[in-house]
């Protein structure tokens, strides 16, 4: 008796219950016919979920686990490197559970490739910002705070991101630069070993100035600017003799290049009082222009023009 009634409540369960089950799991929608069959049903969306949900659960742990001892910004980083990562293994693990569940995705991935090129070619340069994004991040080749030249354009980077990184210019423009140009482009890094930059001015004075007066003049200007550092030493070259004047550079070292027009300008400043001080002049290019003009009574006429040109 007890085993009727137990073959009778596995009857039910096999043919009522998990029958109802299976026949709620196989509905859907289905395309193609044969071997070309594709089979979109509730089972198969509900395991692609549950594959999902796992594999998010253990891209979290493992995410987790290498960034525990991980500093603020490294973090961000390898974050921004691992959403790219994430996107991939979705896909894939997508693929496969559909694999898994008897579909023949090489026709999706056939019905889908000239898809699959349009976007690789459309999305070309996104990838090449993404690579690039992951080179910067990973060989740091590039920090928050670092100061850049890039297409004659200087600027504080102030945000790396994996496809743009974004820098404060002098003038306070914000420019956003493409990862991939890091890459393909030639990049100036002020900062990338140092903070410490050395800077120069150029000067010139007329002929027959005191060179030694002219050097000592610029090394204590230059000495006594509050953001000129005292080591290494400030130095004066004298570089040559020019057209109109003695040339001379003054050689200095800050660390903060991104104010260096405005020191720069201030020294200008002091320069030109003191010279003004000290009956130094600092010339402008000056030409002869000899006109020769012949007449029918008169042999020549030579007259001397002097064009001054500002320097």
Not at 176 to 196: L, R
Not at 274 to 287: D, G, S
Request: proline residues 2%.
């Amino acid at each position: 008796m007890i085993q009727e009634n137990t073959e009778k409540i596995k009857d039910i369960i096999e043919d009522d219950i998990w029958g109802t089950i299976k026949i709620f799991l196989e509905l859907g929608i289905h395309f193609g016919e044969g071997d070309n069959r594709i089979e979109l049903t509730i089972g198969l969306l509900l395991l692609i979920t549950m594959a999902f949900l796992l594999t998010s659960t253990i891209l979290q742990g493992i995410r987790k686990f290498f960034t525990r001892k991980m500093e603020v910004d490294d973090k961000l980083k390898f974050i921004s490197i691992f959403k790219f990562i994430k996107y991939l293994v979705y896909v894939i693990v997508i693929l496969f559970t559909m694999s898994a569940a008897g579909i023949n995705i090489t026709i999706l991935i056939t019905a889908s490739a000239a898809l699959f090129v349009g976007l690789g070619l459309a999305l070309r340069e996104i990838f090449q910002d993404i690579i690039g994004g992951i080179f910067i991040i990973l060989d740091k080749s590039l920090r928050v705070g670092d100061i850049i030249e890039i297409d004659n354009k200087i600027g504080k980077v102030f945000e790396i991101k994996l496809r743009t990184t974004r820098a404060i210019t002098r003038d306070d423009k914000v420019i956003i630069i493409p990862n991939h140009k890091f890459i393909s482009d030639i990049v100036y890094n002020y900062t990338q070993n140092h903070k410490t930059t050395r800077e120069s001015i150029k000067i010139g004075v007329s002929y027959g100035s005191d060179v030694q007066l002219v050097t000592k003049i610029l090394l204590d200007i230059v000495k006594t600017h509050r953001n000129v550092l005292k080591s290494p030493k400030p130095f004066v070259i004298f570089e040559d003799f020019g057209d109109s004047a003695l040339l001379f550079s003054l050689n200095f070292y800050i660390i903060d290049s991104f104010s260096d027009p405005r020191i720069k300008s201030e020294l200008r400043y002091k320069i030109d009082a003191e010279f003004r001080a000290n009956k130094i002049t600092i010339p402008f290019p000056q030409r002869d222009i000899h006109l020769f003009q012949q007449g029918p009574f008169q042999h020549s006429n030579v007259s001397n023009l002097e064009n001054n040109e500002e320097a």
